[in-house]
């Protein structure tokens, strides 16, 4: 079993940062892919970014340019640092794990296998 702890939401105006964490613990493995999706009140749970076992990363066009995810294998870490931020970027941040599909885990839900609880981001205008 894996569990998934975010960290590092938080409340900022509309062009300031907010860098999210996400720690997982229960395996001790790296083979895995490490993503981000969000949801905003009413609105379903839509990607934001992933990366993949080999480094490589794919994202939301609507963050692309804004946002930069990475990781660190040695703390089974994945962050997201979030720029430029927009009101329409207010949204509850998950994390998600895809042991299935470590390198080629993309938009879907269901590429991932395991999901965090949430850290909420909120953007003043």
């Known amino acids: 079993q894996v569990q998934l702890v975010e960290s590092g939401g938080g409340l900022v105006q509309a062009g300031g940062s907010l860098r999210l964490s996400c720690a997982a613990s229960?395996?001790?493995?790296?083979?895995?892919?490490m993503g981000w999706f969000r949801q905003a009140p009413g609105k379903e749970r839509e990607f934001v970014a992933v990366?993949?076992?080999?480094?490589?990363?794919y994202y939301a066009d609507s963050v692309k340019g804004r946002f930069t995810i990475s990781r660190d294998n040695a703390k089974n870490t994945v962050y997201l640092q979030m720029s430029s931020l927009k009101p329409e970027d207010t949204a509850g941040y998950y994390c998600?794990?895809?042991?299935?599909?470590?390198?080629?885990?993309?938009?879907?839900?269901?590429?991932?296998?395991?999901w965090g609880q949430g850290t909420q981001g909120t953007v003043s205008s």
């Open positions: 998600a794990v895809g042991w299935r599909r470590y390198e080629t885990a993309g938009a879907a839900r269901n590429d991932y296998d395991y």
């Open positions: 229960g395996h001790t493995s790296s083979n895995y892919a």
């Open positions: 990366v993949r076992r080999s480094g490589t990363t």
